[in-house]
């Protein structure tokens, strides 16, 4: 069944990462300088794609940054993948652990008008609770700009808009000379269901060996993996030893008598001590 995420579609990247900040760049000079300020900027982006001086290592895999284009649903659309000059919105999000349990932290959402914000983020929320195994999805508003009694200050219609979805005030971040207010927005009743959380994919390697085989079959020079290929012999020869009949059976009538004599006489000497 195809997920309903809102009035907007989701499209994921599909570019190098050498690639993504000349995007993301272009992108960006359409959005509205207030709307830049307030989320997380391709510096801060790039120091989880590539390392920083904190963390040289690059997040990969599971904790992977995930980039989608945003783009409303227009059943006159001409099915094309958004651009960096035809999206009408970025979302960048991806899977962190806090305190041991999985968030989502949506690290950059930019639309090209506040008029769409609301709209837009009700399903980004949708995209993240369906595709995240997580209980709450977080948000900072960084405040860059300072209000007339000179101090930092966050951008009041981007709040609103965020409490507007219940969104609401978990804590304060830091970061340099910029402060942000970090939003936290619960699961609820409404949201997608709560997806499976795959720890890890295991890829199992094999081989095809006969057991038993009724055919003649032409012996060829074996190439393959030999640490495979004796745990493979080992499963056999378990098999038949646990298909082997029991000895007894294999005796004639005067040896299984005997046999059972001596079985009767050992189990007798020690039950009795």
Known sequence: EKLDLGAYLALPWNVPESAAQELFERYIQRVPED???????????????QGSGNDPRPVRGPLA???????RKDPDSDGLTPT?????????????RSGGKPV????????LSMDIFEEALTSVKNLMFARLPVMSIRYVIWC?????????????????????????????????????????RPRGDADP??????????????????????VHMKTVQY????????GCLRALKGKDEADAPPPESLLDSVAAAAWASCKRSLQSAVFSG
Do not use: I, Y
């Open 35 to 49: 709307l830049v300020q307030n989320t997380d900027t391709w510096q801060a982006l790039a120091a989880s794609l």
């Open 65 to 71: 940054l995930e980039f989608f284009w945003l783009k």
């Open 84 to 96: 960096a000059e035809t999206a009408e919105g970025l979302c960048v999000f991806q899977l962190q």
């Open 104 to 111: 989502g932290q949506l690290r950059h959402f930019s639309v």
């Open 144 to 184: 860059r700009e300072k209000g007339e009694d000179g101090k930092l200050k966050a951008n009041t219609a981007v709040e609103d808009a965020l409490k507007n979805l219940c969104f609401r005030w978990f804590r304060f971040e830091n970061n340099k000379s910029v402060r942000g207010k970090e939003m936290n």
């Open 193 to 214: 269901a709560l997806p499976l959380e795959v720890p890890s994919l295991e890829v199992c390697l094999g081989q095809v060996w006969l057991r038993g085989a009724s």
């Open 223 to 230: 190439a393959g993996n030999l640490a495979l290929a004796a």
